[in-house]
């Protein structure tokens, strides 16, 4: 299993952290979502607005 490692983290607005070609996050990881289908009826579950409380930053470095 794990070990007692803390978990690595990182905000969303730490400015050195975007991608490793230093461009800003592109935009499909913050819109987009995979579908989804329902366990017990089959049914695919539609999708909704995120409840983010952080979104995509407008800065480049």
Known sequence: GDGDFEPKRWSVHDK????????????????????????????????EKAKLTLYKPDFTL
Do not use: C, M, N, Y
């Open 16 to 47: 050195t952290r975007q991608t490793f070609w230093g461009h800003e996050a592109p935009d499909s990881w913050f819109d987009e979502a995979s579908p989804f289908i329902h366990v017990l009826t089959g049914e695919l579950i539609e999708k």
